[in-house]
């Protein structure tokens, strides 16, 4: 399914704002391939470390920070995450 670029914008700006724990630093929209698509990169991080540096870059505590956390080997946080953010599971 295409998406126009108003959505492809919002998506960036709800990923970019909504999750406190993940900072964007470079998005690029492909509107020239057949499926137009939007490329998100991110760096997860975490605060509070009680040893060693007090910001660590770690996805599963930056996802575990928001509420997602792991249960079977399919519902781990990044697809509890993927799943929340698209109302999709991951494919």
């Given at each position: 399914?295409?998406?126009n670029?108003?959505s492809?914008?919002?998506?960036?700006?709800?990923m970019?704002?909504?999750?406190?724990?993940?900072?964007?630093?470079?998005?690029h929209?492909?509107?020239d391939e057949?499926?137009?698509h939007?490329?998100?990169d991110?760096?997860?991080?975490t605060t509070?470390?009680?040893?060693?540096?007090?910001?660590?870059?770690s996805?599963?505590?930056?996802?575990a920070?928001?509420?997602f956390?792991?249960?079977?080997?399919s519902?781990?946080?990044?697809?509890?995450?993927?799943?929340?953010?698209?109302?999709?599971?991951?494919i």
């Amino acid at each position: 399914m295409a998406r126009n670029d108003r959505s492809f914008s919002s998506e960036f700006a709800r990923m970019a704002f909504m999750d406190p724990n993940l900072r964007v630093f470079s998005a690029h929209m492909h509107l020239d391939e057949a499926t137009p698509h939007l490329h998100i990169d991110f760096v997860p991080f975490t605060t509070g470390s009680k040893r060693g540096l007090e910001t660590r870059v770690s996805l599963k505590k930056a996802l575990a920070a928001m509420g997602f956390t792991g249960g079977t080997r399919s519902e781990t946080e990044w697809n509890q995450w993927v799943t929340d953010r698209t109302g999709c599971p991951e494919i």
